[in-house]
């Protein structure tokens, strides 16, 4: 079983950064692949960025070059650095893992098996 808590969210303005962090813990065998989604009201969730336990890493075109997603040596935390915020990145960011490759669930368009609660982004204009 594993277990994720996002924590970092929070509001600032335009241009501004913020730094989101997901505590895990669990079966680390679950936690092959992890990753960042977010959901703004009215729309689906969408994938922000992965990153598997090879290193490899994936973003979503709208915010490549301004976000990081990154993990500590242990693996039990998962951080997504943001910069330059933008108002149409606010939304619930949520942390998710599962125990297939990245690259097979987005293939497949699979659902991660765990999530977190999320934790709001406000970006004000």
């Known amino acids: 079983q594993v277990q994720l808590v996002e924590s970092g969210g929070g509001s600032v303005q335009a241009g501004g950064s913020l730094r989101l962090s997901c505590a895990a813990s669990g079966d680390t065998a679950r936690r092959y692949c992890m990753g960042w989604f977010r959901q703004a009201p009215g729309k689906e969730r969408e994938r922000v960025a992965t990153?598997?336990?090879?290193?490899?890493?994936s973003y979503a075109d709208s915010v490549k070059d301004r976000f990081t997603i990154s993990q500590d040596n242990a693996q039990n935390t998962l951080n997504l650095q943001m910069n330059s915020l933008k108002p149409e990145d606010t939304a619930m960011y949520y942390c998710a893992a599962d125990p297939r490759s990245c690259a097979f669930i987005s293939a497949l368009k699979l659902k991660f098996g765990t999530w977190g609660q999320g934790t709001q982004v406000t970006v004000s204009s």
């Open positions: 990153l598997e336990r090879s290193g490899l890493t």
